[in-house]
């Protein structure tokens, strides 16, 4: 215990004096969290509180165009900006003139198609209530003819899934619109008075409302944001981040001259990598509690949403403490396997990035597709990170997360194992 | 296993090959340094030295025949035979982040001393080699001559039966050398025996009492110094050097 000790002692002291390493370990990773976090927070509430900046031009001089823009606008999802019919022809470059995410051209025949379409359903309906089926095929073999379509033009910078949203939003003004429109002359082809407003507005408006509920596993309804998604995962990136020190620390005792005398010394060189793993393990979980702390008591002052810690502290201790051990593990699997110190950060660098993708730090595992998806398994980080998303995204507790533990521990042994022949080979134990 | 304790190292039909590397290797090499004796090991560049420092410090492992320190095989009882000797390297064999103090507690534990023991050989220590004003300073910041101070300290810190050393006063001034050749010297009187390679030879020819000249990993003489300055009838070292190894570029 005492040469553990004594080592553990050692390796502190250079770790201490190693004001480069020590700032790759700290301050980097504290940066990428808040500018990562920072940049999807801001993109989070563009999609999510401000409103897309769209332009319309309508060369229609009928209603119903002017009832789309409306129910265009009220969807609340987008800032209108109507321009002149003239523009219709330049509608991109106004695009580019306004900042406009979107742009629409409403066809100068759009209000008649409409009315058209809506006659035709109503003949329809009419003929089915008086049962004259021969007419009602007759009906439909006009309402097939033609409608120009409505052009949607869009920034290439938004996302597919945003653009089918924006798409579906589109659909419910023109069908709303169009039921309008089909239910009024319905009315009047029965009636022959106009419908009245009341009983149009309960026709046409829905009373059930939407509830957007988080799914947790302890019954909480937090509602996730960028600090939650973020922080955990980048806190990740941090630890397997300290390959950048411990890497080239093995890499730069095995090359000078102080392992040869280490291994003439009646001590077992199994003794240095034990003190090295205790060591900067201890880097890892204080790693860990500064970005968390940073998320929690920092984040608000700076003007990122703060960071809901857990209820199941001692979970969360548990997977940061395995995801520690399997990352000063590859660091020193690393170290033993690189002849200098250019190759362990060269190589170090580039395979935690790449670690990083596949276990889906940057990328969702969940939209990840075929061979990514089986390559995900193969990366600790994954399973880190699947630990920490059910405990801080979905409340989960430790015995939820023992399945994730366990991978992340035999990837470890792994690593260890192939540490050992790597050291065995090289003849240095 | 014959102990033969007068011996402090019997080398017996070593073999030994590096995988990679042809150029080096051993083949039923013997040889045989008795205790207490200074003992020095001289070649050309590439003749196998610090090959063969290498093996008899269990550093690399023999193919064929043993290594015995003072009777005890080396590779099957490392962690006792690893405790009778002490090894200066040629390279500066510490952590240059680290103060003389804190490289002697580290190293000093893992030659198996206590707490206490530490702190007395790094006091005794640092007095005798002059490093005492420099002791909380990191070394990496300290002459090559103060490097070579503190790579002799650690290691003797354990007090070993012999000492290998390899190239010590490579790149020192001339009071250096004399403070390492004059500490050397104290530490055989005290019954420490020297192994030693270098390639000033007026300074092997002075602290040395036995020799063995190695070239291509074979020996090609070994013997007390005078016996084998009057065998080849030359008069130095050097001269004698020149005279088995010739005078070609050696890589």
Request: charged fraction near 15%.
């Amino acid at each position: 215990m005492f040469k553990l000790w004594i080592s553990i002692k050692k390796d502190v002291r250079i770790l201490l004096r190693d004001k480069v390493g020590i700032s790759l370990m700290f301050v980097m990773p504290i940066i990428l969290v808040v500018v990562v976090t920072s940049i999807q927070n801001s993109t989070f509430e563009l999609v999510n509180k401000n409103k897309l900046p769209i332009i319309i031009c309508n060369t229609d001089t009928g209603k119903s165009s002017a009832q789309l823009i409306t129910a265009i606008d009220k969807i609340g999802m987008f800032k209108v900006t109507q321009i002149a019919k003239e523009s219709a022809n330049a509608i991109t470059d106004n695009m580019h003139n306004q900042d406009a995410l979107l742009g629409i051209v409403i066809p100068a025949n759009f209000s008649a198609e409409v009315n058209t379409k809506a006659k035709n359903a109503s003949d329809k309906a009419m003929a089915a209530f008086s049962g004259q089926a021969d007419t009602v095929k007759n009906v439909e073999k006009k309402a097939i003819a033609g409608i120009d379509p409505l052009n949607l033009y869009y920034n290439p910078v938004l996302q597919e899934s945003l653009r089918f949203s924006i798409q579906g939003a589109i659909r419910s003004a023109l069908q709303l619109v169009q039921t309008r429109q089909t239910l009024r002359t319905l009315y009047y082809s029965s009636n022959e008075k106009e419908l009245p407003q009341s009983l149009e507005n309960e026709m046409l408006n829905s009373n059930t409302t939407i509830n957007m509920l988080p799914v947790s596993k302890d019954g909480t309804r937090t509602t996730p944001n960028s600090s939650q998604h973020n922080v955990p995962a980048w806190t990740i990136f941090a630890m397997f981040f300290i390959i950048m020190s411990l890497g080239g620390i093995v890499v730069k005792e095995k090359v000078s001259g102080s392992f040869i005398r280490l291994k003439t010394l009646p001590t077992n060189y199994m003794v240095g990598l034990l003190s090295k793993q205790i060591t900067y393990l201890c880097v890892t979980m204080l790693q860990a509690v500064v970005i968390f702390s940073m998320g929690l008591w920092l984040f608000p002052y700076i003007g990122l949403p703060a960071l809901n810690f857990p209820a199941d502290v001692f979970a969360v201790f548990i997977v940061t403490l395995v995801c520690g051990w399997c990352a000063v593990s590859y660091s020193i699997c690393v170290g033993v396997f690189a002849e200098s110190q250019e190759q362990s950060n060269g190589f170090g660098a580039v395979s935690i990035v790449i670690l990083a993708c596949i276990g889906g730090l940057m990328v969702p595992s969940f939209a990840m597709q075929g061979i990514a998806k089986t390559m995900a398994n193969f990366s600790p980080m994954h399973w880190c990170l699947q630990a920490y998303y059910t405990l801080f995204l979905e409340g989960g507790k430790l015995k939820d997360v023992l399945n994730n533990i366990a991978s992340l521990f035999i990837i470890t042994l792994i690593i260890q194992f192939i540490t050992y022949l790597g050291l065995k080979r090289k003849n240095l134990i | 296993m014959a102990v033969t304790p007068s011996l402090a190292v019997s080398i017996e039909n070593m073999g030994f090959r590096y995988p990679d590397n042809a150029d080096v290797s051993f083949s039923h090499l013997n040889l045989q340094v008795a205790k207490g004796e200074r003992f020095g090991l001289f070649g050309p560049n590439g003749a196998g030295k610090t090959t063969l420092m290498n093996l008899m410090t269990g550093v690399l492992s023999v193919n064929e025949g043993c290594i015995k320190l003072l009777g005890l095989e080396t590779g099957k009882q490392n962690k006792v035979v690893n405790k009778l000797f002490g090894f200066v390297p040629q390279d500066f064999s510490f952590y240059q982040e680290l103060s003389p103090v804190e490289n002697l507690e580290f190293f000093g534990a893992w030659a198996g001393l206590n707490k206490n023991q530490i702190a007395n050989r790094t006091d005794e220590l640092l007095h005798i080699l002059g490093l005492n004003d420099v002791r909380d300073k990191a070394v990496g910041k300290f002459s090559g001559g103060m490097k070579r101070r503190v790579n002799l300290a650690i290691g003797v810190i354990h007090n070993p039966q012999i000492l290998f050393l390899d190239e010590p006063t490579v790149g020192v001034d001339v009071q250096t050398r004399h403070a390492i050749i004059n500490y050397l010297r104290k530490l055989n009187e005290s019954g420490t025996t020297l192994i030693y390679t270098s390639h000033q030879l007026n300074e092997a020819e002075d602290l040395c009492e036995h020799i063995a000249m190695i070239d291509e990993g074979k020996i090609i003489t070994q013997g007390n110094i005078n016996d084998v300055l009057k065998e080849h009838s030359q008069t130095s070292l050097e001269e004698l050097f020149i005279n088995l190894t010739g005078k070609a570029y050696r890589n």
